[in-house]
């Protein structure tokens, strides 16, 4: 049996940030959150949010078998290179290479050390076992689950030294593991900064109403803008960061130290005016990679 400190030890090895390990159960209680949430219209247009619900919150329902939810952590922090004055790009979408393909790629390299010693019926290999949002699953519940952090008030996941500009990845597993790990100290307490910093007031004490924020009407939304959020100076070029920028677990943060994950130097020259001049093919060429 593979122990958790030796996945994690793997994790780390092929690059991971953090890497944390738990038994595979149905999330009940973020099961009856989504679902209310669901009841509420709070996922807008992203109807996808009401597909597969079973097996969004129970990883037996998605890959039969799953025994062990392996979770890694992968820090994207950087400092903006944009030019004052240019739309905002949220640090998520900085980089030139598609995150996805960086956390699958670390994902699939531990799935083969792990195999060569526990060998190839540690995953179930005719489906997908692995994911970084391609997929009906709860990162950020799993990462909490994993005990490596908590999910904040502005309902990100919040990791206690690596703060909350972090890519999750999923490795579901056909064996149980050694699990020895405690609950993760930390939480949001009282603080109430990324309510007040959000432009929109689309985080709430309950949770996030998705239909409000600035990521998801930047992103996810496909329908003309809202009369209320037009010409607003919060409306940024791609998604936001206002919540987890006033976050005290975001303060003095090390850049990451991956270069997969370097800004693509062409959103460190384009100017306010570069943009504009810009067509709406070039930019939906520029941007389409963020946006899946």
């Known amino acids: 049996m593979i ?19 738990a038994p595979a159960h149905r999330l009940d209680e973020d099961a009856r959150h989504l679902e209310q949430w669901l009841q509420q219209g709070c996922e807008g247009s992203m109807q996808y949010m009401q597909e597969n619900f079973e097996k969004r919150v129970n990883p037996e329902a998605l890959v039969p078998g799953t025994q062990t939810v392996v979770c890694c952590v992968l820090s994207y922090y950087k400092l903006n290179p944009q030019p004052a004055g240019a ?47 391609s997929a009906p699953v709860l990162e950020r519940a799993w990462a909490r689950e ?66 409000r924020c600035v990521s998801y009407l930047t992103i996810e939304r496909k329908e003309t803008l809202p009369e209320e959020h037009q010409g607003k100076p919060y409306m940024s070029l791609y998604g936001c960061d206002n919540c987890q920028r006033v976050c005290p677990y975001n303060q003095g943060l090390q850049p990451d130290r991956h270069p997969e994950l370097s800004a693509n130097p062409r959103f460190a020259e ?21 946006a899946k």
């Open 3 to 21: 122990s958790a400190p030796r996945i994690r030890e793997l994790a780390l090895r092929v690059g991971f940030d953090d890497a944390g390990v």
């Open 87 to 133: 739309p905002y790009i949220a640090l998520s979408g900085l980089s030139e290479r598609d995150y996805h393909e960086v956390v699958k790629e670390k994902l699939l390299q531990l799935e083969t050390l792990l195999k060569a010693e526990g060998g190839e019926e540690l995953t179930n290999n005719s489906l997908q076992h692995l994911f970084c949002d």
């Open 146 to 211: 994993c005990h490596l952090g908590w999910i904040g008030k502005n309902r990100q996941f919040i990791h206690p030294k690596l703060g909350s500009y972090v890519h999750l990845g999923l490795l579901f597993l056909q064996e149980k593991v050694e699990i020895r790990s405690s609950a993760q100290q930390g939480g949001c307490g009282n603080c109430d900064l990324c309510l007040r910093a959000c432009p929109t007031k689309a985080i709430r004490e309950d949770g996030m109403d998705a239909r």
């Open 270 to 290: 384009m100017t306010a005016d570069d943009w504009t001049a810009t067509s709406r093919r070039q930019k939906t060429k520029l941007l389409r990679r963020l």
